[in-house]
């Protein structure tokens, strides 16, 4: 997996449910931006529609009991623990791409509204 590219823009999602953009400067790091214990991580995948995204995740979030993460669970369709940095697929050589926020916050809007009038 190419996680080596300098520089790439993604959500950072905190348990807590702050969101905010966030300029990854390496890949490699992330494990330090999401505040995994041993640094390393996991990759969940996501879709919208015909468009794969990645959620990075804290490999023993659970394990350390950290706090679900209601909105990153939300994205991955499965419980994920901690804080979360998402971003765009990997390209053809591996290289992860940054995160289309215009695509992004279009269908992150739907789910929540979907979600919000699912209580009604």
């Known amino acids: 997996m190419g996680t080596n590219k300098i520089h790439t823009n993604g959500y950072f999602i905190s348990a807590a449910g702050d969101i905010r953009k966030h300029e ?4 490699t790091e992330v494990g330090e931006l999401i505040g ?3 640094g390393f991580f996991d990759i969940v995948y996501g879709e919208i ?16 009991g950290r706090p679900i993460n ?4 939300m994205i991955a369709g499965r419980p994920l ?9 990997e390209d053809e050589d591996g290289w992860v791409q940054d995160l289309d926020y215009e695509s992004f916050d279009k269908w992150f809007a739907d789910r929540i509204y979907l979600a919000l009038a699912h209580k009604e």
């Open 81 to 89: 623990f901690g804080d979360v940095f998402v971003t765009g697929n």
């Open 49 to 64: 529609g015909d468009t794969v995204f990645l959620v990075w995740v804290d490999d023993t979030g659970l394990i350390d």
């Open 70 to 73: 209601p909105m990153a669970s």
């Open 36 to 38: 995994a214990r041993t």
């Open 24 to 27: 990854q400067d390496r890949m």
